[in-house]
């Protein structure tokens, strides 16, 4: 029998499978990073690196665009990324839990001691000349995949409110139902309505809008074309993926739990309402996952396809460990909570 979706379904419905695709990022990434890392090592990967050197060619008279699909998607694609990450900021800046000042200083102070300390760890280690350039590399987090790990292993926050709203206006809708009210059915789908659409600003449908094909297509792809390597010895354990992994893996935490303790303190920030510095911890350790972000920069910094590959078996290093690390403190924090 095929189930037949109620009126309120259409209404709440779209909503939550937003929600969830926070989470289907992150497996999305693991995905095609393992398919990439696979295709390389495989017999076949002369096609894989075939297909990432590709020419991309246009020509119009005297005028010449060519670069590989690699730079590309380095620099094409990864544009709809940062712009569906500067919605997502001005959207909580404007209505979201960062307008009230206190709690907009907390994840700034966070940020801020998430860049400079693992940047200062990672100068402290590196003890060659020739890659002090990296200390960037242990700046960056990324978001879709720390994001994928945390939604599990954290509860609503931000959206529960409008939830309770929304299950109490199916309470009314089912009950008028029941009665045979056709004034109050119609009284609650419209309050259903009113809910939905006041929920959803111009920012909230760009955000919908764009959202999969950020998760689908541009950071999948990014992955595919760049997590791709053959690893070595060297790879995990040369100065350089040791820095990186040392500086990610403990900077990242360090940075962020001592820059935001420093914040409360000083009575400039405030945690949010329900959580504590434990929790804080537990995004400071997904934070040292900077698998894309961290690509991304290592292969601005060097030109040694050597380097880059050492960069990246550190990245990989510290983004697992700090991912699996990370989610067990929330996951933790969490039990807690139902618990009380």
């Known amino acids: 029998m ?19 695709l926070e989470a289907a990022s992150g497996i999305m990434l693991i995905v095609f990073t393992l398919l990439a890392i696979i295709w390389a090592n495989s ?32 620099d094409a694609l ?33 940020a801020i001691g998430g860049m400079i300390v693992p940047a200062l760890l990672f100068l402290v280690i590196n003890d060659s000349d020739s890659t ?3 200390w960037g590399i242990v700046m960056a987090t990324d978001i879709a995949f720390a994001v994928g790990v945390m939604a599990p292993s954290t509860p609503e926050h931000s959206k529960e409110s409008f939830f309770e709203k929304m ?25 259903m309505s009113a809910l939905s659409f006041s929920s959803m600003s111009m920012l909230d449908r760009l955000e919908i809008f764009f959202h999969p094909w950020n998760i689908f297509y541009v950071l999948p792809l990014f992955a595919l074309f760049n997590a791709g390597f053959e690893p070595s010895r060297d ?19 360090i940075g962020v739990i001592l820059f935001s303790y420093l914040g409360v303190v000083l009575g400039i920030a405030s945690l949010p309402r329900g959580a504590g510095f434990r929790d804080i911890l537990g995004v400071g350790f997904l934070a040292g996952i900077g698998f894309t972000m961290s690509i991304f920069i290592s292969m601005l910094a060097f030109n040694n396809e050597l380097l880059v590959s050492e960069a990246k078996g550190g990245i990989f290093t510290a983004s697992l460990l ?16 139902v618990d009380d």
């Open 167 to 191: 299950e109490h206006l199916k309470e009314k809708f089912f009950h008028a139902a029941k009665e045979d009210d056709h004034h109050a059915k119609t009284k609650a789908l419209r309050g």
């Open 78 to 110: 990864m544009c709809i990324f940062f712009f569906i990450i500067g919605l997502e900021l001005k959207r909580e800046f404007a209505e979201g839990e960062l307008k009230n000042p206190k709690s907009a200083a907390l994840p700034i102070f966070a």
């Open 43 to 74: 017999p076949f990967k002369e096609s894989y690196y075939g297909l990432i050197h590709t020419e991309f060619k246009i020509s119009v008279g005297s005028f010449v665009f060519s670069h590989t699909l690699q730079h590309m998607v380095n």
């Open 132 to 134: 002090k350039s990296g």
């Open 322 to 337: 700090s991912g699996l690390v990370g989610y067990f403190i929330l996951k933790g924090g969490k039990n807690a909570r």
């Open 235 to 253: 790879s995990f354990f040369s100065s350089l993926s040791v820095a990186v992994s040392l500086s990610l893996f403990l900077g990242k935490p």
């Open 2 to 20: 095929i189930k037949q979706n109620k009126p309120i379904d259409r209404l709440s419905k779209p909503l939550e499978r937003f929600l969830k």
